[in-house]
C-alpha cells in the first residue's frame, strides 16, 4: 500500500523558535523524520509559518487558514497528498521510526479512516495514519469553528492503537514542546575521548571536567581499561572482603559511595549509573561506535586510529593537515574542543 507522509510544522511558540531546525543526535528534527519516511511515497512539510522555502529539502505546503492549529495542516496534507493514505506527524517529535509507521499500517482496512496511537487515556492525533475520506469531516469542523483533533476523531471511523501492547515504548510518541523538553533529551552530553596508551587521554580528561564545572556543567566519567585493574587500597575492610570472595562490596558514606562488582557491567549500565549529570565522558573505547574526541600526540601514534565516522574532532600537537576529515584542535584547546562538542548537541543556543 502507498503512502504519503507529512510533516507537521507549527508556530512553535512555547519553543520560542523553529523546532524543526532544533537539533538532536546531530541531526535536525526535520532531518532526522525525513529520513525515517524516506521510503514513503512521498514526504513533504505542511506548515504554518509564512516565511518557510526550500531548506528542508522537501516540497512545502502552506496554510490557507491561520491561527487554528493543527487540524489545518492536516487539511493541507490531504488536500496535496497523491496517495489514499496521508502519514500525519509532528516535527516535535525525534524518537518517531520507521517501524512505527510500518505497525500502525497493518491496522488499516475497510473498516477505519483514520489510525492512532493511545497510551492508556492519552491519544496521538499527531502521529497518525489519515485516509483522504477524511478531508470532508476535516473541512466540515473548519467551517463550524471546532478545531480539536479530538473532535475529528470522534466523528470519523478511528482505529486506536494501544502503544502499551505493541514493542515501541511510549517515548518513542513524546513531543518536545519546551525549552525545558529539549534541555532534557539533550542531558547527558556523552561522548569519549580516545586514543592510543599514553597519548594523553587522562590530562585532556581532567582539563575537560575544570572547564565544564566552570560551565556550571556537572560531569560524570567513565574509564574503559583493556586490562585488568586494582580499584580498592589495600588492607580495607571493603578490600578484604572482596578477596575473600564477595561477589559485590558497597561502601557508602553521607558524601559518597563506592561499589565493585566481579563481573563486567554493560557501559549503557554504567552510564546511567552517573545519575542526573550534564555530561559523561568516556575515556578509552576508540573502537565504540560512541561520538568521540580522538587525540593524537607527536611520538605516539601521528594519525588517527577511530573511525572516521564516530569523530567529533581530533585534539593534537600535530598540524594532521588533510588526514582527517573532522576539524582538528590544538591539543591544549581545551575550551574550543568543548565549544565545538556543545555546538553539535546545540546546548550553547538554549533559551
Known amino acids: 500500500m502507498n503512502l504519503s507522509a507529512a510533516i507537521l510544522i507549527g508556530r ?11 537539533v538532536y ?13 524516506s521510503w514513503c511515497e512521498e ?88 485516509s483522504k475520506a477524511v478531508l470532508p469531516a476535516v473541512e466540515n469542523l473548519i467551517e463550524e469553528g471546532r478545531y480539536r483533533l479530538t473532535e475529528l476523531l470522534s466523528c470519523v471511523r478511528t482505529k486506536y492503537v494501544e502503544i502499551g501492547t505493541s514493542c515501541f515504548g511510549r517515548e518513542t510518541l513524546r513531543n518536545i514542546n519546551t525549552p525545558e523538553d529539549y534541555r532534557a533529551i539533550l542531558r547527558p552530553v556523552l561522548f569519549c575521548v580516545s586514543g592510543v596508551k599514553n597519548s ?50 558497597a561502601v557508602y ?15 549503557e549500565e554504567l552510564i546511567r549509573q552517573m545519575g542526573d549529570v550534564d555530561a559523561v565522558i568516556i575515556e578509552g573505547m576508540k573502537y565504540s561506535s560512541f561520538p568521540k574526541v580522538e587525540v593524537i600526540r607527536k611520538g605516539i601514534c601521528e594519525q588517527s586510529v577511530c573511525d572516521s565516522d564516530t569523530l567529533l574532532c581530533v585534539a593534537s600537537d600535530l598540524p ?16 574550543g574542543i568543548l565549544d565545538h562538542i556543545l555546538t553539535g548537541y546545540s546546548l550553547q543556543d538554549h533559551p
Open 320 to 335: 594532521l593537515t588533510g588526514s582527517v576529515s573532522c576539524p582538528v584542535f590544538d591539543l591544549n584547546d581545551t575550551e
Open 43 to 130: 514526504v513533504f512539510v505542511s506548515t504554518a509559518l509564512k516565511t518557510e522555502d526550500s531548506r528542508y529539502g522537501l516540497s512545502v505546503v502552506t496554510d490557507e487558514h491561520q491561527d487554528i492549529g493543527p487540524i489545518e495542516g492536516i487539511r493541507q496534507s490531504l488536500r496535496h497528498a497523491g496517495t489514499d493514505y496521508v502519514l500525519i506527524c509532528a516535527v516535535d517529535m525525534p524518537f518517531v521510526r520507521k517501524e512505527m509507521v510500518k505497525y500502525l499500517m497493518e491496522f488499516i482496512s475497510s473498516d477505519y479512516d483514520a489510525y492512532v496511537f493511545r497510551d492508556k487515556d492519552k491519544v496521538h492525533p499527531l502521529f497518525g495514519i489519515y
Open 12 to 22: 512553535s511558540t512555547r519553543m520560542g523558535r523553529n523546532k524543526a531546525l532544533l
Open 25 to 37: 543526535n546531530r541531526q535536525t528534527f526535520i532531518e532526522h523524520l525525513a529520513q525515517e519516511l
Open 200 to 249: 594523553g587521554k587522562t590530562t585532556l580528561v581532567e582539563k575537560m571536567i575544570r572547564a565544564l564545572h566552570a560551565r556550571d556543567m556537572s560531569v560524570g566519567v567513565i574509564k574503559h581499561d583493556g586490562h585488568s585493574f586494582e580499584c580498592d587500597v589495600e588492607g580495607t575492610d571493603s578490600e578484604r572482603f572482596y578477596r575473600a570472595g564477595a561477589a559485590a562490596t
Open 253 to 267: 558514606s553521607d558524601s559518597q559511595t563506592f561499589v565493585r562488582v566481579r563481573r563486567m557491567l554493560p557501559i
